[in-house]
């Protein structure tokens, strides 16, 4: 696809009606997040995610796809654990958990070292980063101004994560521009969110897409519908109907013949 320039569309989300939606309607890739943490189970912050929990999701989804790649994240919690662990996992998710390919988010060593041992050990994986800050040691370099010397950092970050293994790149709330050369620069696929529309495809929350989620979305989210809103107004029809005795009526009292 990315030689032909045909651009990847992807979403995240976390269960099987979610899943079988999403493969209905076309998508290529699902990457079964750690933001689940937030969208699922309303906790504040990702790094709650534990394996079991990715693997209980990444096993729902699967469950809805025939077609359509399933990427799933590693959780920061198990990446702290250490090379043989990550690598562990990673086989669990891929074997049992039915997943396609393993995300691995971060710049750092650590971060890239993980990817390579995956990698080496035959499993897709998929590096995840974002900007670079200007503190960065890989930023700092003599007679460059402060923007030269990021662009410079993250095109060797990119290539970098090629070169470990990376079967895919996801370009993370990264400047349009450094996004659109780091594509240029790697013959792997890159997928953006916030990263401008030069990347080889774009990924989305499917429940921010869809308007189902209640917070303030970041700059690069569109809503393609408003469904949060027409699912509270179904509710309170059924809500309306109960009490008024309208439901249940006769057609839904009586098990239909084939139940």
């Excluded at 493969?23 to 189970?41: K, N, P, Q, Y």
């Excluded at 691995?104 to 499993?123: F, K, M, N, P, Y």
């Excluded at 070169?163 to 790697?186: C, D, H, W």
Aim: charged share 20%.
């Amino acid at each position: 696809m990315k030689a032909h320039t045909n651009k990847l569309c992807a979403v995240v989300t976390y269960s099987y009606t979610m899943a079988h939606l999403a493969e209905e309607a076309g998508v290529d890739m699902i990457l079964v997040g750690d933001s689940a943490t937030r969208v699922f189970s309303g906790l504040p912050d990702h790094r709650n995610m534990s394996l079991e929990q990715i693997f209980y999701h990444t096993q729902a989804v699967a469950r809805a796809c025939k077609r359509v790649k399933i990427m799933v994240d590693l959780p920061q919690a198990t990446m702290e654990e250490g090379i043989e662990a990550t690598v562990k996992a990673s086989r669990w998710l891929i074997e049992e958990g039915k997943a396609h390919s393993i995300k691995v988010e971060g710049s750092s060593q650590l971060a890239l070292d993980i990817v390579a041992a995956i990698a080496h050990a035959d499993i897709p994986v998929v590096g995840h980063f974002t900007m670079l800050d200007i503190k960065d040691d890989r930023v700092h370099a003599k007679q460059q101004t402060n923007q030269e010397a990021v662009y410079q950092a993250m095109l060797a970050l990119g290539k970098e994560f090629e070169i470990k293994g990376a079967s895919t790149l996801l370009l993370s709330k990264i400047r349009p521009s450094i996004a659109a050369a780091i594509t240029r620069s790697v013959d792997i696929p890159t997928i953006g969110i916030g990263s401008g529309p030069d990347c080889d495809g774009q990924i989305l929350v499917l429940e921010d897409l869809l308007g189902l989620t209640y917070r303030n979305h970041p700059y690069y989210v569109k809503q393609y519908a408003q469904l949060g809103k027409l699912t509270s107004e179904a509710i309170r029809s059924f809500i309306s109907e109960v009490h008024e005795g309208k439901y249940p009526d006769k057609s839904h009292s009586q098990p239909r013949q084939q139940e």
